[in-house]
């Protein structure tokens, strides 16, 4: 293909309502006049909330609650197609929706008789909400005279098998997006396909997880060796800084992907934090824009080391909680205690999100979020019985009442100070510091304070690092 291609990915509440539909249409129809385009959406915002909400209604036996909501999301998806599609076509359109409702329809049912929710089963009919906006958005595109065609990503996108989290099998994805969307780019049509679904190998449908559509757009940008991924979203792109906890955040013009997959991973809500890593290889760059105002530049991620130095944003995560585990003895290996705390974490799949170990006594902390806890604990005491019951290690301590900041930039690589920039915030705040850690890679400072001092914590280390003003590298006019 000559022309460059473009994938445009459109969130929940991008194509959260018909006027949001049309805009997203118009967004796409705009650029099919310059490239190559393939769309990934997700579900309008709240259906896929309101799918599963219906199969765990389903589970429990509740047949009421299942029609009701079975009911209320055929109505807005007919109401959307009321508006949208104009009379000749609504009637088909309308019929297809119906078609999709009755697929899911079927496994709810399923579901309401057997009063339980199989995870496969799960998988496939949660993606129900991806492939009626799929439809929707195609059918308002061919209005328009674009070839549009709704895609099922469970035809796309290849991944292993573990339901409601799938991975991705990349190279096998390579060959079967090539097979199911080149067709359609190289007759110039428009691949519409649904975000947040795959299929095994086998074709058994599988999920991403939850939010996992940002993902499914970067795994297709990469399948098909896209010059670009655009992101369509409803804030303005990376900011320095939560804009509710800081009157001042800024949206920044580039970052690297180092800094934007810190600064998902630390809690900044805008992109999902797996999004990046099939873009990375390629080096595709992504663009988050707003959909609601379609003219600013938004936010640039890319590979290229940014124009400033130090910091760039700051993010707060509130919900998290540190552990502390403790030897009795010091004959005690505490290395030792530490793998095995960590490989207990790990067999519970919950993620450490900062670890450190003072230097003589057989002392360490992990941080995990909140809603772990129970999880990682549970994994703690069993690995750790022995020792726990025998008296060599000290009942475990929990602190609930914490919360993790991250002070995010490539550009505190190899340059002293930084820390000390943000001790000196902390100090001046009388902001007491429990732990920090910062990574070999010198990519991100974290410190953890009492909950009640994070949003205290997060304006001054903006304030301090001057975040709140464009550095010049911000100022560069975005490239179009
Ligand atoms: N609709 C899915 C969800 O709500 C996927 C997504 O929107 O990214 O989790
Ligand atoms: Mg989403």
Redo the contacts with the bound molecule.
């Keep these: 293909m000559h022309k460059p291609l473009l994938v445009m990915k459109f969130?929940?509440t991008s194509v959260g309502s018909a006027q949001a539909i049309a805009r997203a249409a118009d967004l796409i129809a705009e650029q099919t006049g310059h490239c190559a385009v393939a769309a990934v959406v997700?579900?309008m915002s709240q259906?896929?909330?309101t799918l599963l909400a219906i199969l765990e209604a389903g589970g429990r036996g509740e047949r009421a609650t299942v029609e009701t909501n079975l009911a209320a999301l055929r109505k807005k998806h007919l109401d959307a197609c009321r508006e949208l599609i104009a009379a000749e076509r609504r009637e088909v359109a309308a019929a297809r929706i119906d078609d999709i409702l009755g697929n899911f329809d079927r496994v709810a049912r399923g579901i309401l008789l057997l009063g339980e929710r199989p995870e496969r089963s799960e998988d496939a009919a949660v993606p129900t909400?991806?492939k009626l906006s799929a439809l929707l958005v195609s059918e308002v595109l061919r209005q328009q005279g674009i070839d549009a065609q709704p895609v099922d990503g469970a035809g796309v996108i290849v991944t292993d098998a573990v339901f409601g989290g799938a991975a991705p099998l990349l190279a096998e994805t390579d060959a079967k997006a090539a097979g199911s969307l080149m067709p359609i780019l190289e007759r110039g049509g428009v691949p519409i396909v649904t975000?947040?679904n795959g299929a095994t190998k086998d074709g058994v449908p599988t999920t991403l997880g939850?939010?996992?559509?940002?993902f499914s757009a970067s795994i297709v940008a990469s399948a098909l060796d896209a010059d670009e991924l655009w992101i369509w979203t409803d804030v303005p792109g990376i900011l320095t800084a939560d804009p509710r906890i800081v009157a001042d955040a800024r949206v920044l013009a580039e970052v690297t992907y180092n800094e934007a997959c810190e600064l998902a991973y630390n809690g900044a809500k805008v992109l999902?934090p797996r999004t990046l890593a099939p873009l990375v290889e390629k080096k595709i760059p992504v663009r988050i824009k707003n959909s609601f105002d379609p003219r600013q530049p938004g936010t640039r991620i890319s590979e290229e080391p940014p124009g400033s130095v130090g910091v760039r944003a700051v993010t707060a995560l509130p919900k998290v909680t540190l552990l502390s585990i403790e030897a009795v003895s010091i004959s005690l290996s505490g290395a030792q205690l530490m793998a095995r705390a960590l490989e207990a974490a790990a067999r519970a799949k919950v993620e450490v999100l900062l670890l450190t170990r003072s230097s003589f006594r057989q002392n360490f902390c992990m941080l995990v979020r909140s809603e772990e806890v129970g999880a990682v604990l549970d994994g703690l005491h069993e690995e750790l019985a022995l020792e726990l019951a025998h008296g060599y290690v000290h009942p475990i301590e929990v602190d609930h009442s914490v919360g993790l900041l991250a002070a995010v930039g490539e550009g505190m690589r190899g340059t002293p100070g930084f820390a000390g920039r943000l001790f000196a915030a902390m100090s001046e705040n009388a902001i007491n510091v429990i732990a920090i850690a910062q990574g070999s890679s010198e990519l991100t400072i974290a410190i953890v304070v009492n909950e009640t001092d994070l949003t205290k914590a997060v304006q001054a280390v903006h304030a301090q690092c001057r975040l709140g003003r464009a550095a010049p590298a911000d100022k560069r006019p975005a490239a179009a």
Excluded: M
């Design positions: 969130g929940g997700s579900a259906v896929t909330n909400g991806e975000g947040f939850r939010g996992g559509s940002d999902h």
